[in-house]
């Protein structure tokens, strides 16, 4: 069953400020993957960056695991992320997606994670 990209299936937010092109590794504490185009990017000190892929990201919303490589330090629109695959207990990468700019958001409804 694959997540629908629905504005209803997503935690409710307000953007508090401008959408930025990157954002720093080191800072990032958690990651909430919504659905196969939205992932939330929660960081150091409660901000949270929400990131709209361009496209649809096949598998990521069922697997809801990703992986990245950067030598940067810094997560940068627009690159990769590859969905990671479970199967049968092996870790496989999968497709591969680029990513959008990180919006700052904050949660507005009760319930923050799908």
Do not use: H, K
């Amino acid at each position: 069953m694959q997540t629908s990209d629905a504005p209803d299936n997503l935690p409710p937010v307000r953007v508090t400020g401008a959408a930025e092109n990157c954002i720093s590794t080191r800072n990032i504490r958690d990651t909430r993957v919504q659905s196969d185009r939205v992932i939330d990017f929660e960081m150091t000190r409660g901000r949270v960056y929400r990131n709209t892929l361009p496209n649809r990201c096949p598998g990521l919303g069922f697997e809801r695991a990703f992986s990245y490589d950067t030598t940067i330090g810094r997560l940068c629109n627009p690159e990769i992320i590859y969905v990671l695959r479970d199967t049968a207990g092996t870790i496989e990468r999968g497709a591969g997606c680029a990513i959008g700019n990180f919006v700052p958001v904050e949660y507005t409804g009760a319930d923050r994670m799908n």
